[in-house]
């Protein structure tokens, strides 16, 4: 075995707040408030849209992932990140730190890609409204989640394993609550120059084609909307779009 990452094996330490308990304890309060929330409420939507069967349509099986990957998403960070905060002990197994790097990252990459689709979604409903159930059938659906899923895994398993191969020498403390990318090429001894770059690169891949997506379908909507001489359709396309551009607005903002 590598003497330089024989550290590292064994496990890391996760630093976070440690040298401040006091604000360790009402950080944890209001994260465990917060991820309460979120599971309460991406549980609501996702048995509210599988119940009903008006919300069987394109739009609500998109949001239903959505919902999915918010709460997978949250979970594989929440929970690490209060023990982190509540215990005397910051360490977290290599298995385990590899384990949250890789669903992190995966997880991470995909609410860009499914944010994109999302925009095709509103696009053809209100561009093409006549066509949109035969463009948007659940098999055409099923198989863009499939490919968001499998995009975002490969860009995990590229940029993890090129951060997970720098040797560290032995310097196993992280400077976070959690196995983050970033963190993890800090701790490396040697440069990473060449990695950051590559990281950089497929980082503004997976961000900014899906933001360039959105702007164009949403250019389209725009003109669409415009050129409609129906106020009442001109209103119910804006509100079709309302809840996917708060979303887009927040994580983009």
């Not at 308990?21 to 509210?48: Q, R």
């Not at 993890?184 to 990281?199: F, P, Q, R």
């Not at 997976?206 to 379908?217: F, M, R």
């Not at 129906?230 to 887009?248: D, M």
Request: net charge positive.
């Amino acid at each position: 075995m590598d003497q330089r990452n024989y550290t590292s094996l064994r496990g890391f330490t996760l630093l976070g707040f440690s040298d401040h308990p006091k604000l360790e304890m009402v950080l944890s309060g209001v994260v465990t408030v917060f991820y309460l929330i979120t599971l309460v409420g991406n549980t609501a939507i996702i048995l509210a849209s599988l119940v009903d069967s008006h919300l069987h349509t394109p739009m609500y099986f998109f949001l239903r992932n959505l919902s999915l990957l918010d709460l997978c998403f949250t979970t594989s960070i929440v929970p690490q990140m209060l023990v982190n905060l509540w215990g005397h002990d910051k360490t977290i197994s290599y298995v385990g730190c590899v384990i949250q790097l890789y669903v992190y990252m995966w997880f991470g990459s995909i609410e860009c890609l499914l944010l994109a689709v999302m925009s095709y979604d509103r696009f053809t409903a209100i561009c093409k409204p006549l066509h949109y159930l035969v463009i948007m059938n659940p098999h055409v659906c099923l198989k863009m989640v499939i490919t968001v899923w499998s995009i975002s895994l490969a860009n995990s398993v590229v940029l993890c394993t090129l951060t997970l191969n720098l040797p560290r020498c032995g310097n196993n403390l992280l400077d976070h609550f959690l196995c983050e990318l970033p963190a993890m090429v800090k701790i490396a001894c040697i440069d990473t120059t060449a990695v950051e770059m590559s990281v950089f690169a497929l980082g503004i891949v997976i961000v900014l084609t899906p933001l360039i997506l959105i702007l164009i379908s949403y250019g389209y909507i725009a003109r669409a909307v415009l050129r409609m001489k129906s106020k009442a359709g001109q209103r119910k396309a804006v509100n079709t779009c309302g809840s996917h551009l708060t979303v887009v607005s927040i994580f983009y903002g």
